[in-house]
């Protein structure tokens, strides 16, 4: 019998202080979505005040983690990055 594979979605809503701020973090993550692994799916929405990013993974746990874990890095370097500006 063949084990059917774990699907995990996650939701995540992430503020900003500006408007001009969430679109260039959007704009500066949409590169790494492009050619995602197999089993990994990568969905962002400019909700208007919000990013919205939905993290889908059969992959296993461990992908999921470090593409969060990835994600969340790579924000926190383009606010640094655009702070600086």
């Known amino acids: 019998m063949r084990e059917k594979k774990l699907e ?3 939701l995540m809503e992430i503020s900003f202080a500006s408007r001009k701020l969430l679109k260039a973090i ?3 993550l949409r590169p790494d979505n492009i050619g995602a692994p197999q089993g990994l ?3 962002m929405k400019d909700n208007g005040e919000l990013l ?3 993290i889908s993974c059969h ?3 461990a992908t ?3 593409t969060v874990d990835e994600i969340l890095e790579h924000i926190s370097i383009a606010k ?3 702070r600086n500006d």
Request: hydrophobic fraction near 55%; glycine fraction near 10%; charge should be neutral.
């Open 26 to 28: 959007m704009g500066s």
């Open 8 to 10: 995990i979605t996650i």
């Open 59 to 61: 992959s296993g746990i």
């Open 52 to 54: 919205v990013i939905k």
């Open 80 to 82: 640094a990055v655009l």
């Open 64 to 66: 999921l983690i470090n």
């Open 41 to 43: 799916s990568v969905d």
